[in-house]
Structures are given as structure tokens and as C-alpha cells.
């Protein structure tokens, strides 16, 4: 007698205003000498929960669960507000200075007064790509047996492991396959009760 379940999630979430950095910057008066750097982020969440119960006969069951899980966050856009109090945001690049994207050290340089004109008082600032993958996945596998009636052996094992890489973009075969290069912790125990009877 077997019985399996099966519990797949998917979620997708937007936001205009996370945020990613401060930076001192004495030109930016309005903010006190800082500026608060945030992005535009897409998220993306899928998770499938498994479970297993296995009866071999009466005394001797097998129940297993597993929930592997992967997480993205892809960042663009990135901007400040305009002033305090004030929902209106300036994006780099669009409404002021210019941004630049170096792929290779994965990281963005922002000139917040730059214009056509030429570079004003403001220092370039430079800040790491946000982007991020998280995957995780956890695992148990508990044997009971009853040995004698009243009495049962429960032998328990669980796997966690979890993992994250500097991308943004959700890939099946590249985020579950990296689930299983990930370095595994693994529990093993053993418990028992045993029946006195009178």
C-alpha cells in the first residue's frame, strides 16, 4: 500500500522601491551626505512538496518528504528618490546621471550628475549586481517498526542542503541540478519504545 502527494507552488512578485545600498556622497544635501540606492526587483519562488507513505505490512511503514525550493531575484532599473517625503524616484540612466554595467565583475557604476553637458561635483559610486538565486532542499526519511506489539523502532533520517548563485533568471535544469552539488547535512537517529505489559 503505497500513497504519494504531491504539493507544487509557483510565485512570481514585482517591487519599484527595494532597496540595495547607501552611499556617502556629501553633494547629496536633501538626504544628509547619502544616497539611498534602490531597483526595480522581479521575483520568482517554485517549490515542490513530495510526500511518501509506504505500509510494508502493519508493523513496518516508510514515510518520506522532500521540498526542494528555488528562489530568484532579478534587479533593474535602479534609482533614489527625489527628495524626502516624496514617492517620485529618479532613475540613473533615464531621469539622472548615467549607470554602466561591467558583466564581468558583475558589479554597476553610477555617476549621479553626469549629463551631455559633462560630470558634475557628485563622485562616481560603484555597487555589487544584487541579482540572486537561492535553492534549498530538505529531506526526511523515517522506517517505524513495530517490533513486538507495543513496542516500535523508529529509525529517522533528514538531508538539508542549500545553495546561492549570483543570478537572477529562473532555468529548471541549472537551479534543480545545482540543488544535488550542493554540500548535503545529513541526521541520522534512532529511537525506540518498548511495551511493559503487566
Known amino acids: ?7 507544487p507552488q509557483y510565485r ?11 552611499v556617502a556622497d556629501p553633494t547629496a544635501t536633501l538626504f544628509a551626505g547619502k544616497r ?7 521575483t520568482k519562488t517554485v517549490s515542490l512538496e513530495t510526500r511518501v507513505n509506504w505500509t510494508f505490512r502493519p508493523d513496518l511503514t516508510l514515510q518520506l518528504y522532500a521540498q526542494p525550493f528555488v528562489a530568484t531575484g532579478d534587479y533593474s532599473r535602479f534609482r533614489e528618490f527625489a527628495a524626502p517625503r516624496t514617492v ?3 532613475e540613473y540612466g533615464r531621469d539622472i546621471g548615467t549607470i554602466t554595467h561591467h558583466a564581468a565583475s558583475r558589479t554597476y557604476t553610477v555617476d549621479p550628475d553626469s549629463t551631455t553637458r559633462g560630470n558634475g561635483p557628485a563622485a562616481k559610486f560603484t555597487f555589487g549586481d544584487p541579482n540572486f538565486t537561492y535553492r534549498s532542499l530538505r529531506g526526511t526519511a523515517v522506517l517505524r517498526w513495530e517490533y513486538r506489539p507495543g513496542s516500535t523502532m523508529f529509525f529517522v533520517w533528514t538531508q538539508q542542503r542549500s545553495g ?3 543570478f537572477g533568471d529562473f532555468q529548471f535544469r541549472r537551479d534543480y541540478s545545482g540543488l544535488f552539488h550542493d554540500r548535503p547535512d545529513n541526521v541520522f537517529l534512532i529511537k525506540a519504545t518498548y511495551w511493559i505489559g503487566r
Not at 500500500?1 to 504539493?7: K, S
Not at 512570481?12 to 547607501?22: I, L, N, R
Not at 539611498?36 to 522581479?42: L, M
Open 1 to 7: 500500500n503505497i500513497f504519494v502527494e504531491l504539493a
Open 12 to 22: 512570481s512578485d514585482e517591487g519599484d522601491a527595494q532597496y540595495v545600498t547607501t
Open 36 to 42: 539611498y540606492v534602490f531597483g526595480y526587483i522581479r
Open 88 to 90: 517620485k524616484k529618479l
Open 164 to 166: 546561492n548563485d549570483p
